[in-house]
């Protein structure tokens, strides 16, 4: 392909998203890479915004000596790269388009000496999910102790280290490859790897010292022309995802990626409408592209995918981010049902579970798939805020077989204020950033409901006590007999059948008081008076010390089987009953 056709834009730059663990050095790769230092600058040390990067033909070729000479040159077939810089999170890793990632290619970046941390492993299922291709960059060699920068060339670099130098970097290649061996992918050193289908290429890097950038781009270069040149033949329809929606003082800016097609600055546009109805549909005020090696815009008259854009939208419509767009030609059924088809694959739910929001539809796709391997079903998702109607959908899973799932999950999404007036006690709603630690929260919140659904059937069933008799606090001899007890284990309640330490039958406990106040139920830990009927507390009760709930054989042989939800005190009550009953 000679570098007219890459002028005429036949095939487009791929698209590479860098993803990582927060302060594995995404973004210190990326300066390296472009000539920059963004860094530095970012508040924390963590991306605070996705961006993008266009990487020219002419820079790569600067960077890869393979690529040196005219002869050489003609190897290299693509006219660069659009990397995109994400947050930690999982929503800008999982941007998608229909039929699959946005992504083309994948750098996950990871810190040699740290390895997977959950945040890699969240990345890691995702690229999976997706079928991206992604390649390992293994950054801060240069912290591996004794390492030395002895060859320009990695294979030499890493040949030549010391010998116990060598032995460190093993022990921690190794250790890593076993690691991403237990999430179903086979991994090596990138010149080992002879089937790309089959290994994933790991390129140990330095993005402080430079070591290893000529061959992560190798790697890219190659297996997008080995692998991606038929999807990177540009379409005659400009296609593109809304990134984030920006305002400057009263103008509302889009940035956005397009995937496809070329598009013009006065040409009109159709996007996604996350509640299926009609498209927006809105001409292009402004239209602005990314400069390579920079984060300026500059406007131009129209511009080739793959690219990152800046424009302005006349319609003022409530336009999310993640989400698709693509150009409008009066052909807005064709267009609507397009959207519908998409949006409908992207945010498939279950016909029962809990409740998603979400800050985008990136976010929400995400979660979705990580929920979905966690075995976490879910009833509905949206974009935006926890609202009042979210508070009424998940209260209705109250009245169903699994109040366990009167839980909202919100990613990057947190609860309005209104809402919060009227969140029930039993509505549970968990919000954060980082979608692993929610998932880990809702299943052991789930898991714990669940228990205590549980063990309050059985204990409907069978109720589980063990009564300590306060003698000193004799309020009542008969008629009935009124006295103070204390809860050792389990809970009482009105009508509950008690017996003494030799299996005997003693009574009915009439009612629960404490201080003045009758209640409904005493647990463990609570002094309170009880009284029973048809008992003379001199003449029957005084010589006893301890009181027991009674219970059948079946359903002692139920408690039995669930003790994993009892506490320590009522697995004691539940082994004396049953030595007393002789079950």
């Known amino acids: ?79 660069g790269f659009l990397f995109i810089d994400t947050p930690g999170h999982a929503a800008f890793t999982n941007l998608r388009k229909r039929g699959g990632g946005l992504a083309d290619l994948a750098i996950l970046v990871v810190d040699i000496n ?47 280290q010391a010998i116990h130098v060598r032995t460190v970097f093993d022990e921690k290649l190794y250790t890593f490859i076993g690691a991403l061996n237990s999430y179903g992918f086979d991994a090596d050193l990138f010149f ?38 038929g999807n990177l033949k540009l379409g005659s329809k ?48 402004t239209l602005e592209e990314i400069q390579p090696l920079s984060f300026k815009f500059k406007p131009v008259k129209e511009v080739s995918a793959a690219t990152g854009l800046r424009f302005q939208l006349t319609e003022k419509a409530d336009v ?28 498939k739910t279950d016909g029962y579970g809990i409740i998603l929001k979400a800050d985008s539809l990136g976010s929400l796709e ?41 839980v ?45 659904i549980l063990k309050a059937r059985l204990m409907e069933l069978a109720s589980l006590v063990k009564l300590e008799i306060l003698h000193k606090y004799v309020f009542r001899n008969s008629n009935p007999a009124i006295f103070g007890v204390k809860v050792l284990g389990g809970k009482i309640v009105p009508n509950l059948k008690v017996i003494d330490e030799k299996g005997m039958e003693v009574g009915r406990i009439k009612g629960i008081q404490e201080g003045k106040e009758s209640i409904q139920e005493a647990r463990e830990g609570m002094e309170v008076a009880i009284s029973i009927t048809g008992q003379n507390f001199e003449r029957h009760i005084a010589q006893l010390k301890y009181l027991y709930s009674d219970m059948g054989a079946k359903q002692y042989r139920q408690l039995k089987e669930n003790k994993g939800i009892l ?10 009953i049953g030595e007393l009953k002789k079950f």
Not at 412 to 433: R, T
């Open 1 to 79: 392909m000679t570098n007219e056709e890459h002028i005429h834009g036949h095939i487009r730059q791929p698209i590479v998203t860098v993803a990582g663990h927060v302060d594995h050095g995404k973004t210190s790769l990326l300066d390296k890479i472009r000539g920059t230092s963004v860094a530095a600058g970012e508040a924390g040390g963590i991306t605070q915004k996705i961006s993008f990067t266009l990487l020219p033909r002419e820079k790569i070729i600067e960077q890869c000596p393979a690529f040196t000479g005219k002869e050489n040159e003609k190897k290299l077939e693509i006219p």
């Open 114 to 160: 740290e390895g997977i941390k959950p945040q890699t492993a969240e990345v890691i299922q995702l690229f999976k999910a997706n079928k991206t291709p992604f390649i390992i960059a293994m950054n801060k060699i240069d912290n591996v102790s004794g390492w030395k920068r002895v060859s320009e060339n990695m294979k030499e670099n890493i040949d030549k």
């Open 192 to 229: 080992n790897v002879s089937d790309f289908t089959k290994k994933v290429a790991l390129v140990p890097c330095s993005a402080r010292s430079g070591e290893g950038i000529s061959e992560i781009l190798m790697m890219l270069c190659g297996l997008s022309q080995k692998f991606l040149k």
């Open 238 to 285: 400009p296609k593109g995802i809304i990134l984030e929606i920006k305002k400057e003082k009263t103008v509302q800016y889009a940035e956005a990626i397009l995937y496809d097609g070329t598009l013009r600055g006065n040409d009109e546009i159709a996007i996604a409408n996350f509640n299926l109805g009609n498209p927006i549909v809105s001409r292009l005020r």
């Open 320 to 347: 999310l981010p993640g989400m698709p767009f693509m150009i409008y030609e009066n052909n807005l059924e064709e267009i609507s049902k397009e959207f519908k088809k998409e949006l409908l694959e992207l945010i």
């Open 366 to 406: 995400a979660a979705l798939t990580l929920l979905r391997q966690s075995n976490v079903r879910v009833l509905k998702a949206g974009i935006g805020t926890i609202s009042k109607s979210d508070i009424i959908s998940a209260r209705a899973n109250l009245e169903t077989e699994s109040p366990e799932n009167a």
């Open 408 to 452: 909202i999950l919100g990613f990057n999404s947190y609860l309005e204020a209104d809402a919060k007036e009227i969140l029930p006690v039993n509505v549970k709603v968990i919000s954060g950033e980082v979608i692993y630690r929610l998932i880990e929260e809702l299943t052991k919140w789930q898991d714990e409901r669940r228990n205590e």
């Open 567 to 576: 506490t320590a005190a009522e697995n004691r009550v539940l082994m004396e």
